[in-house]
Every structure is written in C-alpha cells, then in structure tokens.
Nanobody, 119 residues
Framework: DVQLVESGGGSVQAGGSLRLACAYTYRRYCMGWFRQAPGKEREGLGTINRDGYTRYAASMKGRFTISEDNAKNTLYLQMDSLKPEDSAMYYC?????????????????WGQGTQVTVS
C-alpha cells in the first residue's frame, strides 16, 4: 500500500505563506491535496497526475500551487495569501482514477494530515 507522510504545517499570520510537503513511497496515477476543517466535509484542493497535469478547485486557483519532485518522491502544496478560513487539517492522498478529479472517494490512500492555522 502507498504510504504518505505530510509535513510543513504550522501557524501563520493572514497574508503569509506555507509550503506543505508529502513524502510518498509509491507514485499512483493521481495524487491530490485535501483539507478538512472541524465540522466541515473534506474538501479537494487540487490534483496532479503522473504526466504533471494539475487541476485546482476554483476557489484555490491563484493562491495554491501543486508541484512535485519525482526524484525525492515528494509532492508539494504552496499556499500563498493565506486567510483565517484556510485553517484546517491538510491531507495528501493517492488514487488511480484517470479523471484525477478532487473527489475524496476516488483516493484510497491518505496521509495522517498536517495542521495549518491562520490567524
């Protein structure tokens, strides 16, 4: 099974930036970033497929950027212009669907999450 470990979360002031990392043991076709705030459903932020094609949720486009270092087996989420409403647990996930959409149910492997708090 794919193992995923997120890192890079923390506390930041509004307007600041954070870069999250996700180390993985095996590269599935589709990798994605998600977040979940208390009392809310898990939300898809964006995905990247094996060809490097990225898709973003409309609300994230322009502020969040997904990238990858294949040599390091690491996925990144660069988050800029952070807002208090971005506070949540952030997860990376791996899945195998060709559509590579941001639907949580399409992803079978999940990391443990990293907390982001924006004040």
């Amino acid at each position: 099974d794919v193992q995923l470990v997120e890192s890079g979360g923390g506390s930041v002031q509004a307007g600041g930036s954070l870069r999250l990392a996700c180390a993985y043991t095996y590269r599935r076709y589709c990798m994605g970033w998600f977040r979940q705030a208390p009392g809310k459903e898990r939300e898809g932020l964006g995905t990247i497929n094996r060809d490097g094609y990225t898709r973003y949720a409309a609300s994230m486009k322009g502020r969040f950027t997904i990238s990858e270092d294949n040599a390091k087996n690491t996925l990144y989420l660069q988050m800029d212009s952070l807002k208090p409403e971005d506070s949540a647990m952030y997860y990376c996930a791996a899945g195998g669907t060709l559509s590579c959409s941001g639907v949580p149910g399409d992803f079978g492997s999940w990391g443990q999450g990293t907390q982001v708090t924006v004040s």
